[in-house]
């Protein structure tokens, strides 16, 4: 079984303040993503690498910026935290079929 | 741009009323129709990849079936188990793996 695990399960921070989020998978899959998913906004994606180093913008990608130094790590940074990135923030990493498969999320609050 | 558009938003049956999701999608060349199953709080659980049209794949309760247009999820004699977020994803042509996900239709069962 894929095994894709975040870092923290909630997290709450003031504004201004830097975030990092991280996501670790065991299947050494070359495609990570990360989304985040508001109520009535659907499952949004912010960025996604498809190697070590490698990285391109999602659909929202203001605000963020992403980390892939090892295959199995992909880590999301907010520069600056604000109230309007509070959300549901979820990685996904792809299999060969690209069927991808989810960690369990990280709900942030920012204060 | 890939277009996902699931109807109804919210589905509220009786335990054993059979009934369907639907998922309308618009792509220049599908390479994939995925459906998700999300819990409160909890990241998405694959169950089920089509790849073209007449395609059907089962799980349990759940059937999925795909045109070239939508596809749909039956869902035979519910339970009150299978409440949940249903998610439908679709992958375009082109090199990245990236999925387009509609806003999920949110499925509830009663006893």
């Known amino acids: 079984d894929v095994k894709v695990t975040q870092s923290s399960r909630y997290l709450v921070k003031r504004t201004g303040e830097k975030v990092f989020l991280e996501c670790v998978q065991d299947m050494d899959h070359e495609n990570m993503f990360w989304y985040r998913q508001d109520p009535g906004l659907g499952l949004r994606l912010i960025y996604f690498s498809y190697d070590v180093k490698m990285k391109e913008k999602g659909d929202i990608p203001e605000g963020y910026s992403v980390s892939r130094e090892k295959k199995e790590r992909f880590s999301l940074i907010l520069e600056s935290a604000s109230t309007n990135q509070t959300s549901m923030y979820l990685c996904?990493?792809?299999?060969?079929?690209?069927?991808?498969?989810f960690g369990p999320g990280t709900r942030l609050t920012v204060t | 741009e890939d277009q996902v558009t699931q109807s109804p938003e919210a589905l509220r049956l009786q335990e054993g009323e059979s009934s369907s999701l639907n998922c309308s999608y618009t792509v220049s060349g599908l390479r994939g129709l995925f459906w998700y199953r999300q819990d409160p709080g909890k990241g998405p659980e694959f169950l089920f990849t089509?790849?073209?049209a007449g395609e059907e794949k089962e799980k349990e309760r759940l059937k999925a079936t795909l045109t070239k247009k939508e596809s749909f999820l039956h869902i035979t004699a519910p339970k009150p188990e299978d409440s949940a977020t249903y998610l439908c994803?679709?992958?375009?042509?082109?090199?990245?793996?990236?999925?387009?996900f509609g806003k999920g239709i949110t499925l509830s069962v009663r006893p």
């Open positions: 994803a679709v992958r375009g042509p082109g090199a990245n793996s990236k999925l387009t």
């Open positions: 089509l790849y073209s």
């Open positions: 996904a990493t792809n299999s060969m079929a690209y069927e991808q498969y």
